[in-house]
């Protein structure tokens, strides 16, 4: 299969990309990576008529930290976080990007592209959502901020207007005492997953995540359980989640890894938190 026919536009500045996304509306997507849309365009599965390429946008190519958050702009790519020298600020992040595709694909795969498209499967929302992250949203006049929470509203359902373009997404970092983990299981290292696990551990207990068996990303707060406890916790969790079965698992094993996985996820996370 072949795309159909297109209009294709470069704009030199972010005004001049939000003003396409203003004249066009639903009639256009917004180009970064291309991963999930060449493929998808090449499907027929989406038809824009006009493509709009944000690739050569420096103002959206820097990722930037402070003491509270790390900002990465809509036109970096997944490869480039992973060499960033400061990543180590956000570990989980830092451990979720290896299973993000492959090293081919993360050297055009974008962190906020991975976002918009919205598959439940993916590993970047699921931090996002884990972490309490947010996404950065703009168009022509205005900029919001939505939490990761809400952004994602479905399976390749997020809270995009037709008009509006992902311009950064932030990533918070804590301070204090922290252990995370990411881990996850899929039919080929670097394929979707069948589920990911997102955990990270505080003195107060764990905040941990579950990709690939809901229709979002689903995050959960449980305190420091006993065995027994936590067992009974993920048991409950798995029930509510349901899952969907499919040519990669039956939503039976999808459950059963929500117990498992999602137990030696959250054990390795706070054997990773600093004792006092």
Same mark, same amino acid.
């Given at each position: 299969?072949?795309?159909?026919?297109?209009?294709?536009?470069?704009? +030199? %500045?972010?005004?001049?990309?939000?003003? =396409? !996304?203003?004249?066009?509306? *639903?009639? #256009?997507?917004?180009?970064? /990576?291309?991963?999930? $849309?060449?493929?998808?365009?090449?499907?027929?599965?989406?038809?824009?008529?006009? $493509? @709009?390429d944000i690739s050569g946008l420096a103002r959206l190519d820097t990722i930037d930290a402070d003491e509270t958050t790390v900002t990465v702009g809509a036109s970096v790519?997944?490869? *480039?976080? $992973?060499?960033?020298? /400061? !990543?180590?600020?956000?570990?989980?992040?830092?451990?979720?990007?290896?299973?993000?595709?492959?090293?081919?694909?993360?050297?055009?795969?974008?962190?906020?592209?991975?976002?918009?498209?919205?598959?439940?499967?993916?590993?970047?929302?699921?931090?996002?959502?884990?972490?309490?992250?947010?996404? @950065?949203?703009?168009?022509? /006049?205005?900029?919001?901020?939505?939490?990761?929470?809400?952004?994602?509203?479905?399976?390749?359902?997020?809270?995009?207007?037709? +008009?509006?373009?992902?311009?950064?997404?932030?990533?918070?970092?804590?301070?204090?005492? !922290?252990?995370?983990?990411?881990?996850?299981?899929?039919?080929?290292?670097?394929?979707? #997953?069948?589920? *990911?696990?997102?955990?990270?551990?505080?003195?107060?207990?764990?905040?941990?995540?579950? /990709?690939?068996?809901? +229709? %979002?990303? =689903?995050?959960?707060?449980?305190?420091?359980?006993?065995?027994?406890? $936590?067992? +009974?916790? !993920?048991? #409950?969790?798995?029930?509510?989640a349901g899952g969907d079965s499919d040519m990669h698992a039956p939503a039976s094993y999808r459950r059963r890894l929500v117990r498992r996985l999602g137990a030696a996820t959250i054990r390795e996370a706070c054997d990773a938190l600093p004792r006092a």
């Open positions: 299969m072949k795309p159909a026919s297109f209009a294709y536009a470069r704009p +030199d %500045t972010l005004d001049e990309a939000l003003e =396409l !996304l203003a004249q066009h509306g *639903a009639e #256009a997507r917004v180009l970064a /990576g291309g991963q999930s $849309l060449a493929a998808m365009l090449n499907m027929r599965l989406v038809q824009p008529r006009v $493509l @709009v790519t997944q490869a *480039a976080v $992973l060499r960033w020298p /400061g !990543l180590a600020v956000q570990p989980l992040l830092a451990a979720a990007l290896p299973c993000v595709g492959h090293p081919q694909t993360r050297e055009r795969g974008t962190v906020c592209g991975s976002l918009a498209h919205g598959d439940p499967s993916a590993e970047l929302p699921l931090v996002l959502a884990v972490l309490g992250g947010e996404v @950065v949203l703009q168009k022509r /006049g205005r900029r919001r901020r939505v939490a990761a929470s809400r952004f994602q509203r479905g399976v390749m359902l997020t809270d995009i207007g037709e +008009d509006e373009l992902v311009t950064s997404a932030l990533f918070p970092v804590r301070r204090g005492p !922290l252990g995370t983990a990411f881990r996850e299981v899929s039919p080929r290292h670097g394929d979707f #997953a069948i589920l *990911a696990v997102a955990a990270v551990a505080d003195p107060a207990g764990v905040t941990v995540g579950f /990709g690939g068996i809901a +229709d %979002t990303p =689903l995050v959960r707060r449980l305190g420091h359980l006993e065995a027994d406890a $936590l067992a +009974d916790a !993920l048991n #409950a969790i798995a029930w509510e």
